[in-house]
């Protein structure tokens, strides 16, 4: 059993961490929360219990903590989260601070679980998109990539509760205060700050992040990344090409069962995936195979994902559970 804390314990992401942890009977002795100093003294709930949030000090690495998952954004992640690793803890971090540093792990436990070491204290968590998109092309790694390219449909819960609202301001009438334009009735093909070369900073992460989930450095890969008017659940299709021939028939055969997958491709009955199909799970949804007839060897996939869970909370616990279980087998 372990001292588990939730750093960012008020946010969307760390409540769905809490609730997590409970549903998934995470080995908990002892949680603690953690948030700003603005929350502190108030509560959260683990398993029908009160938790009180403590203020985010240097001095929490005294609090004898085992594993830290942390939901509190770049900033605070790269304040804290060393000072916690140096001192023993195991940390899993959600945001962007540390995922593209090479001697830290970026994981998804159903894609990459060999790239945890026992002796790992610091384990990055990806964007959330790329993690569904890795567990769907994860089964046709055999088939070796030659190209990946992604396009991405993303919840406004991918913004936290701030793009919620601005959905729901649009609903209204009112003007938008997080987005740059109106969400309701729109689309907003803008996610994150735009770089030099024109790509932004979400596209970047899922290009780079990509890569490293396979180890394939040199991979082509391409994103565009898309805000749409929907509550919860990102949407992406994927279009790769594989070094190998194959058929419908075959990757249809090689998701079915997958771990982490759930395939539904009946179009003659008009099933397919859906955002209302992911929201509340942590699976990834695959449907819409088909052949790209306009290049050799290509392939679309269409994957839906509830992006607070298995995108967030969800995969940050399994890969502290991960993590233990290479230590403990180690």
């Avoid at 729109?186 to 596209?203: A, M, Q, R, S």
Wanted: hydrophobic content about 40%.
């Amino acid at each position: 059993m372990y001292h588990v804390a939730v750093i960012g314990a008020t946010g969307a992401v760390g409540q769905k961490m809490l609730q997590v942890l409970a549903e998934l009977d995470f080995p908990v002795s002892r949680l603690s929360a953690y948030a700003s100093a603005r929350s502190a003294g108030n509560t959260v709930q683990f398993k029908g219990e009160a938790i009180t949030i403590q203020a985010l000090t240097p001095n929490i690495t005294e609090d004898g903590i085992d594993v830290a998952l942390f939901a509190a954004g770049g900033t605070i992640s790269e304040q804290y989260a060393p000072l916690l690793a140096e001192n023993g803890t195991l940390v899993v971090d959600n945001s962007s601070a540390f995922r593209m540093q090479e001697t830290i792990p970026l994981v998804v436990p159903e894609v990459n679980p060999q790239a945890i070491q026992a002796t790992d204290r610091l384990i990055a968590n990806p964007n959330c998109s790329t993690i569904q998109s890795v567990v769907a092309l994860a089964p046709l790694q055999s088939l070796g990539f030659e190209r990946v390219n992604y396009t991405t449909y993303q919840a406004v819960s991918g913004s936290g509760q701030k793009g919620i609202e601005d959905l729901a301001r649009g609903a209204r009438g009112e003007e938008p205060v997080n987005y740059p334009h109106p969400i309701h009735d729109n689309i907003l093909p803008h996610i994150d700050v735009f770089l030099e070369n024109g790509y932004t900073k979400e596209e970047q992460k899922m290009i780079d992040e990509t890569r490293k989930i396979f180890n394939l450095p040199a991979l082509p890969v391409s994103a565009t990344c898309v805000r749409v008017p929907v509550t919860n659940s990102h949407s992406v299709a994927i279009n790769v090409t594989f070094t190998q021939p194959t058929t419908v028939a075959a990757i249809r055969e090689a998701l079915e069962g997958a771990p982490g997958v759930v395939l539904i491709d009946d179009v003659a009955n008009t099933r397919y995936p859906m955002p209302l199909d992911a929201s509340g799970t942590d699976d990834v949804y695959v449907g819409r195979i088909r052949q790209d007839d306009s290049l050799a060897n290509t392939f679309h996939l269409w994957c839906v994902a509830d992006n607070i869970r298995k995108g967030a909370a969800s995969n940050a616990v399994q890969v502290a559970r991960q993590a233990i279980e290479q230590s403990i087998h180690s």
